[in-house]
């Protein structure tokens, strides 16, 4: 009943689906670096600065660099170098990323080998906005010392540090990897004993997916993750209610299972409001033979059922890579960017299922970030510039998340809305939709 639910749902929004070719990819900074820009990432800090973390290559390597803007986005500071690592250690979104504490402290993991092979996670702050940076800390494992891999970090009310990171179960070798974490509550200099998160009873997690910690509103850590369950790749998230001490048994996010004797390399994203509605995207196939979807899931403070999927990139199986989403602090309007074989995407509550195309590159991977600026989102990318790759921007600004569609010059009217829990309603709700079918043509 689910399928063939989700199948109508797909076969309306191709009647009103089309995309639109937005004026967008501004270029972030004045100047096209010489080696070019890569892998951009961003980051919010608590005082409402956004943090840009990106890469220089040289051959193997990478520079990463950080940035921050003071207004919305508009525009970026002089770049910081941050670190130097190598550059196949940031494929499939585990790149270097830096996030900023209540303090204005930096924080930023690296992947650094170790004794015996394999990459471990290394710590390191800042204090003067990237001039000068720490000496790396060890995070370290439980003996046997082993890789850490995919690695995330999330900073609490009271600027203490959490990181999730993939690896192999060191006191039972049970051939899956899986996912752990590790708190600090001095900056960095030492580090707790490590939880596992994926606490299933047979299972673990994906070995090359993404995986994503969060510090939800009321306090709870949260982890979003992919499983591996004898081959079962859903998306799933986990909770800790005392300071990621314990951890509950993880929720399930999708709704239909994805069966695939392989690890399909992309993760779920997840942002969180104020009233701790954690907002969840990611991309899976469904057991078809496609590349996947993009799929969209709201799951409300505390709640353990399986959320409602709501399509969007449709048809089924039109290619979406790497979603990524982000929320409003109220949780009234939720933008997600993506990319596929033909282009990047955006998408924001009060447009669905209309994306706008960002980019019509074709690009491997243009490495996708959206966070939310305070009154609009804001959207980077990497895409080709002047003959190399740089970071170019898409931004917005809402002035009503319900009645109108920031990003075209007319009012967006609906016929239809959804729901959290996926149910039809003829008006729509300041709080309680989630995507409107729009019946208007937008104009860009």
Not at 72 to 94: E, N, Y
Not at 285 to 304: H, I, K, V
């Amino acid at each position: 009943m689910k399928t063939y639910l989700l199948l109508s749902l797909a076969l309306l929004l191709m009647l009103v689906q089309s995309s639109f070719i937005a004026n967008a990819g501004t270029p972030v900074f004045s100047q096209v670096a010489a080696l070019g820009r890569v892998l951009p990432k961003l980051t919010t800090a608590p005082d409402g600065r956004i943090v840009l973390t990106f890469a220089e290559r040289e051959g193997t390597k990478a520079k990463y660099f950080v940035s921050v803007s003071d207004n919305k986005g508009i525009t970026f500071s002089t770049p910081k170098q941050v670190v130097l690592a190598d550059f196949g250690a940031a494929i499939l979104q585990r790149q270097p990323y830096v996030v900023m504490d209540g303090n204005g402290v930096m924080h930023v993991l690296v992947e650094k080998m170790i004794v015996g092979g394999g990459n471990a996670l290394h710590h390191q702050s800042s204090t003067d906005l990237g001039a000068t940076w720490s000496m790396p800390v060890r995070i370290s494992a439980e003996p046997p010392a082993r890789p850490q891999d995919f690695a995330t970090i999330a900073i609490d009310k009271q600027n203490n540090l959490y990181v999730s990171f993939i690896s192999v179960l060191a006191t039972m070798p049970d051939s899956y990897t899986h996912i752990f974490l590790v708190r600090s509550t001095d900056g960095g200099l030492t580090w707790s004993k490590e939880e596992r998160v994926d606490r299933f009873t047979l299972g673990g997690c994906c070995e090359c997916c993404n995986q994503n910690v969060i510090i939800a509103n009321n306090g709870d850590v949260v982890v979003a993750f992919r499983s591996n369950i004898a081959n079962r790749r859903d998306v799933h998230i986990a909770r800790s209610t005392n300071n990621g001490v314990t951890f509950s048994t993880p929720v399930l996010i999708q709704s239909e299972s994805w069966m695939i004797g392989g690890c399909p390399g992309t993760g779920p994203s997840i942002a969180c409001d104020s009233r701790s509605t954690l907002h969840i995207t990611w991309r899976d196939a469904r057991n078809a033979s496609s590349p996947g979807s993009c799929f969209y899931a709201a799951l409300p403070s505390g709640s353990m059922n399986t959320p409602m999927n709501m399509l969007i990139n449709s048809p089924i199986g039109a290619d979406g890579e790497y979603p990524i989403v982000a929320t409003s602090t109220s949780g009234d309007s939720v933008g997600i960017v993506w990319h596929g074989t033909n282009g990047v995407f955006f998408a924001q509550r009060s447009m669905l299922p209309m994306p706008t195309m960002l980019s019509s590159q074709d690009l491997m991977n243009p490495c996708v970030s959206v966070v939310w600026h305070g009154s609009g989102f804001l959207a980077v990318w990497q895409e080709h510039v002047s003959g190399a790759n740089d970071i170019v921007s898409f931004r917005t600004d809402i002035t009503s998340d319900v009645q109108a569609d920031s990003i075209t010059r007319e009012p967006c009217q609906y016929t239809q809305f959804y729901d959290y829990l996926g149910r039809i309603s003829t008006l729509p709700l300041a709080r309680g939709y989630v995507f409107g079918v729009c019946t208007i043509r937008h104009t860009h």
